[in-house]
Structures are given as C-alpha cells and as structure tokens.
C-alpha cells in the first residue's frame, strides 16, 4: 500500500490548502465543502440524554427513582433545561409523561409505581428534550423496564411456544397457571383469544392438565399478523370467584431467522481482500448464535465464519470480476438457510480501517486495478465526523489503487469516528464507521469504611474519580441494591459509558450495551467493529449539507418550562395589554405577565419539579370577569411504535424475576388489598364553629379529648 500524504482541514485550527486536482463545472472546492457542512455543525448543537435507575426491574408498588444526564457538545449555547421522560406500556399507549428540570446537565426524578393504576408490563422509558425532538426520534434515549406484581396479580403464568412449521403461520403455545402462592391450577377450565389490534382472529376454551398446563394451537392468515397480535386468557378458579385473566405477546411465538451481509465500505471490490460483516437476528429481534460457509458459483469453499456473540461477525473474502457468492448458514436449532452475497463491482471506491495505536487512526482508500486503470489520478474527498464535529477533511489523488489516510487521534474524542468517502461533485460513495479509543475512561473507585455491617448500620462511602490521574470534579449517583433479591446481568445494562458513546450514536437495537465495554470480554473490541459494520448510522446527510438544506426547527432549547396563550373577551375579540398572574403556591412562584397587541401572553423559564398545580388569573383586569384565558396546546413527538428496543420485554416476568418478587412479597404480607369496596349510609352532618363565623372567636372546641 503506498502512502499518500494528505491534507489535515479543522475548522478554526488550521487554513485549507487544495492538493492539485482537476476541476470540472461540478467540482466543489473542497473548502466549499466543509463551510457547508460545518453550518450544521457549528449551529445545531447535538444533545443526548442518559437516566441512570436505582433498579433493573421492579414490583408494583415501589418507588422508581431515577437520575438524569444531559451531555451536549457545544458549549457555545444555553443547553436545555428541561427533560422530559415518557413512560409507555408494551401496546405503545402513553402512561405518564414527566418534565425534570436540569440543573447543570443534571435532574432527578421517581415515579410512584401505584398498584391502582399499573399493572404487571414491560415499561418502555423514552427520554428527550425539544430540542432533540427536531430531529429522528431514533436518537432518543430508550429502555425496558420489567415491573412486576405481588399485590394486584392472583395468577402466575409461564408461556413457551412450539413451531414445527418453520414456513407457516402456525404455532402452538404451552402456559402453565398458578394461583397467587404458587400452587398449581389443574384441571380448570380456560378460555382464550387470539386478537390483533381490534379484530379477534380465533377464540377457544379447554382445561388445564395435571401440570396446571394448557397448549392453545395458533394460526392467523399471515405471519405478520401472527408476530403482532395478542393471546388473551381467563382461567375460573373457583365457580364462586370471577375468572383471573392474563395477557401475552405473540411477537415470539414464531421461529424465524435472518443474516445480512455488510462488505466493508458498503462494496465488493473485483481483486481487493478486505472484510465483510454479518448479522444474525431472530424473530425476537435479538442476534443468534450461527456458523456458514462461503462458496462460489461453482460451489467451491472460498471462506468460513463463525459470529462473535451476538449473531455479529465478520470474514476476509477476496472477490473475483463476475463471480456470484452465496453463504449457506447453519442456526443453533440445526435450521440451514441459504443467502445470496451483494454482487461484484468493479467500478467503486471504497474507505477500509487499517488499524489505530496511541497517535494515528489508519485507514484507507480502495478501488480495483481496472477501476483505477480507467480512472488515473482520481481525486476524492476524506471527511472524519465524531460527536457532531468535522474534524478531519482532505482531499487526494490516487496515485495507485490504494492510498493510506493517516489520521492524528489527537484531533478524535473517545467514540465513534465516522469516515466517509465523497467524489468533488460532493456525492458520497462510502462509509465506514470505527470506535476511535484516543484518552482513558474517567478512572472511577468506590470504597467503603468497612468490609461487614450490621443491620441498619451507617455506611460511609467514599468516591474517587480522577481524569488521567487528576481528580475530575462532578456530580455523580450512585445506586446500592443487594444482588441475592436483585441478580442481574451488567451486560445487558445500559450504563451511561456505553450509551452516551456507543448507543446514542447509532440507529436500531443495540443487543447487551455494555459488553462492549467490560474488560472480562476478551473479544469486546473485535465485536464492536462488527457491530459499527452492521449498524445502520444517519444522524445527517452530507448531500443535504452540501445542497446546504439544513433541518427545519421547531423548538429551541428550552431554559425552562415555558406557558403561554392568548387573552380574549367572551365576544372573541383578543385583549391588548392585559394583565394575568401565575401562582405556583407549592413553589412559592408568583409571576405577572402582559399580553402583547395580540393578546399573546407568556411567562417563561419556568423552573419546577413535576407534578405542580398551576394557577392562572385575570383578575387585576377591568371587566375581568368577561374575559377568557385560552392556553397554548402542548406539542410533543409522535409515539415511535414498535420501537428496536421493544426487543428487550421479558416474556415470563414472573419467573425471570423471581427472587425479586419473592421479596416484594414479603414487604407486602401485612397488606390486604380488597379488590372492590361498596360504601352504603349517609355522612352526619357535624356542626361546628365555622358554620358560624360570626361566633368563631367564642371558645367553642370542635373536638374534645378525653383522658
């Protein structure tokens, strides 16, 4: 590979300098360029949130508590001030939707998990400010929070599935009942329904057997309708009793596979050996582990592979002119399925990744001995993104059929570098997306005064987090639980390390974050260049940058809650220069405002935890009492359903939670809950002194304590 010296372009840092190339009516300068983009850069600051929960998963009944993060990457601007948190069930519905005020990038808030209103679900937290709710909703922070019931919930279920036709829409599935303590329901009559949206596709009733177990045969017309619908249950107990009903998704109750091939650089280069990733989802959306074999179009073995972890790998293929390559992949289950390989093309280029060590990231630029023969001295733009910031550019001409591109990390942030090939007439042919590890992770350590403790003792903590072995000031939570009541699997976590860098750089599912990030993980960073191979990445588009089409603003950052609205007569007619007054009397928050010549009013950077009862006047006004108040609408993002992350609901809450619940229960065993309470009788009506005003100042008790 020969090397070609490039030219290095940070806005603000150094001047740009145009390497010799030949230039056509269409060719931007490469300075055009970058002005262009870094229009977007420079103005359109990009935001991201992280909360940070005490627990994995939770009972009916706790209090969730939370923490929230906001990170920006300009400083040049007030960030917002206002986070809100969204909570929705698995069927997309909106549960609550909370506002945290962020002091200093930073807000907390809970959530009181009332058993009167939620029940046993797989909870769906979606965090946001306005100012990320101009752009793809993809960017917005997600979990899945499992919650479970002791308090509410007498049946216990756990469903599997059975699917013997791999190719049909037919699947059997198993449950097994409980009542509230455990013991088994045999020999109970069931009945069941199987419904999409609102269309009930079948419907049936049968008995339980000796195991408290009942198989319901499913079959819908499609597939699809099948993965979408719901299997609806009542079990009768007990004659005497109403029937106990559960819910569940059928969105697993079908076996499915699917791999796709991503060559590196988005090609398959005639004559170049370079990488082509692969991922392997389910039906559940989640990776699966499989092994394949490449072979030709004569059927010959050209390559193996094997995934990582994950379903996600990759392999060197070294391409021929003409040739058609065909994976044939085995699954865990003994299922074989067979995949076509993009075709071979002669006449790109394509970005590759060298290697990087402590000063450089390598990579290069590709293209076939034809494709170079026909275009010598082919001039290209390099263009480096990381964190919303341009911060490599260069042009070349291509000397032979390669060319190294040397890139200096001090100019790269820990993250995810986004490298992108571009022709002068600015029209990108492509990518390739690479985990740049250019300074240490904060240095966090936790130490406790002693290795045992009593019940109920105080225990003193002490944090350390240095910056390179400097101390890092901050703000920091910090969640306690006991793993033997609350075991989980870090990996699957969402810590903020792994979103701020990884997840909230990229679309789609992100299957178990923070493996990526635990040194225990010996293939950790093998798996996360898979990953940034087969993960789809558009926070913007370099063609509209350059057709200098900037996005459309609906909001700005917002420096506090913000209530405004328009001030009429009862005729219609809009009053100019009046008065109103908000009062927050549990904030101790008293504000005036004055309606402009339109009858626009606004009272803003309103800053108060949610939930407040807000009061709004008119009073002060002559003629007041003909006036009306109408307040501006609130608008939100619409709900993204069927979101990736959705992948992440447990199906069996009740057994993947066990210990948990088991001791939530404890916690509750003094509780009785009555499912329905019927009041009968009239309230005495008790006379007191304040039904006289006239005589409250006479000593009249209106209660009398007796020893």
Not at 448 to 468: G, I, M, T
Not at 665 to 681: C, F, N, P
């Amino acid at each position: 590979m020969k090397y070609i010296k490039l030219l290095m372009f940070s806005m603000g840092v150094c001047g740009a300098q145009q390497l010799v190339a030949q230039t056509t009516d269409s060719t931007l300068p490469i300075n055009t360029v970058v002005e262009r983009v870094q229009k977007l850069f420079q103005v359109f600051p990009v935001e991201k949130l992280h909360l940070h929960f005490d627990k994995p998963y939770y009972a009916v009944g706790d209090t969730l508590w939370f923490n929230t993060y906001l990170s920006r990457n300009l400083a040049e601007y007030e960030p917002s001030k206002i986070a809100y948190v969204e909570v929705l069930n698995s069927r997309d519905s909106l549960i609550q939707t909370l506002r945290i005020p962020l002091d200093k990038g930073m807000g907390d808030g809970y959530l009181v998990l009332d058993p009167q209103y939620l029940k046993q679900e797989n909870y769906r937290f979606r965090a946001y400010t306005k100012w990320m709710s101009n752009f793809s909703t993809d960017y917005f922070y997600n979990k899945v929070v499992p919650v479970g019931d002791v308090i509410n919930k007498k049946l216990i279920t756990d469903i599997s599935f059975i699917n013997n036709d791999q190719n049909a829409a037919k699947s059997q599935a198993v449950i097994q009942f409980r009542d509230a303590v455990g013991k088994l329901l045999v020999n109970s009559k069931v009945n069941w329904s199987l419904i999409s949206g609102w269309e009930t596709i079948s419907n049936g009733k049968g008995e339980t057997d000796g195991l408290g177990k009942l198989t319901v045969n499913l079959s819908a017309k499609e597939r699809d309708i099948l993965k979408k619908a719901f299997l609806e249950v009542s079990i009768q107990e007990n004659r005497n009793e109403k029937p106990l009903t559960s819910s569940f998704s059928l969105k697993n109750s079908l076996w499915d596979a699917d791999v796709q091939f991503f060559p590196e650089g988005g090609d398959l280069l005639a004559g170049i050996s370079k990488n082509v990733a692969f991922k392997a989802v389910s039906a559940e959306g989640k990776g699966v582990p499989v092994k394949g074999r490449i072979l030709d179009g004569k059927g010959k073995q050209v390559a193996e592979f094997s995934d990582l972890g994950l379903g996600m790998g990759y392999f060197h293929l070294l391409p021929l002119a003409n040739e058609k390559y065909e994976a044939v992949v085995t699954f865990a289950n003994g299922q074989e399925k067979k995949y076509k390989l993009p075709a071979v093309v002669q006449n790109k280029a394509n970005v590759v990744y060298v290697k990087q060590d402590e000063t450089n990231l390598n990579m290069a630029i590709v293209t076939s001995d034809e494709d170079y023969t026909k275009n010598p001295n082919q001039s290209y733009y390099v263009l480096v993104q990381s964190n919303g910031h341009l911060v490599y550019a260069a042009q070349a001409n291509l000397k032979s059929s390669t060319a190294l591109i040397v890139i200096p990390k001090e100019r790269l942030p820990n993250g995810i570098a986004q490298v992108t090939l571009m022709t002068p007439d600015g029209k990108v042919v492509s990518e390739r997306l690479t985990f740049v590890k250019s300074e240490k992770l904060l240095d966090i350590n936790l130490a406790v005064n002693k290795e045992q403790f009593k019940a109920k003792e105080k225990v003193n903590l002490k944090l350390s987090v240095l910056n390179n072995g400097k101390k890092y000031p901050g703000r920091y939570s910090i969640a306690v639980i006991d793993e033997s009541k609350v075991p989980y699997d870090d990996n699957q976590d969402l810590s903020i390390v792994s979103n701020f860098l990884v997840t909230s750089e990229l679309k789609g599912y992100i299957e178990n974050p923070n493996a990526y990030f635990d040194e225990k993980n010996p293939n950790r960073d093998q798996a996360l260049d898979a990953l940034l191979m087969t993960q789809g990445y558009r926070r913007f588009d370099y063609q509209d940058l350059i057709a200098e089409k900037l996005p459309t603003l609906t909001f700005m950052p917002e420096q506090g809650i913000e209530l405004a609205g328009t001030l009429r007569l009862n005729t219609g007619r809009t009053v100019s220069n009046g008065g109103l007054l908000l009062s927050i009397p549990s904030r101790s928050i008293r504000k005036d405002a004055y309606t402009d010549d339109k009858g626009r009013f606004f009272f803003k950077d309103l800053v108060f935890a949610d939930s407040s009862k807000v009061t709004v006047n008119a009073r002060g006004n002559d003629n007041y009492r003909n006036m009306v108040i109408n307040m501006d609408q609130s608008y939100f993002p619409e709900i993204d359903k069927d979101n990736a992350y959705k992948n992440n609901f447990v199906m069996n809450i009740d057994r993947a939670i066990a210990p948990y619940l088991e001791n939530s229960k404890k916690e509750y065993r003094k509780s009785i809950l009555l499912d329905e309470v019927a009041v009968v009788g009239v309230q005495k009506k008790v006379i007191t002194n304040r039904d006289f005003p006239a005589i409250s100042g006479l000593s009249m008790p209106e209660h009398r304590i007796e020893t």
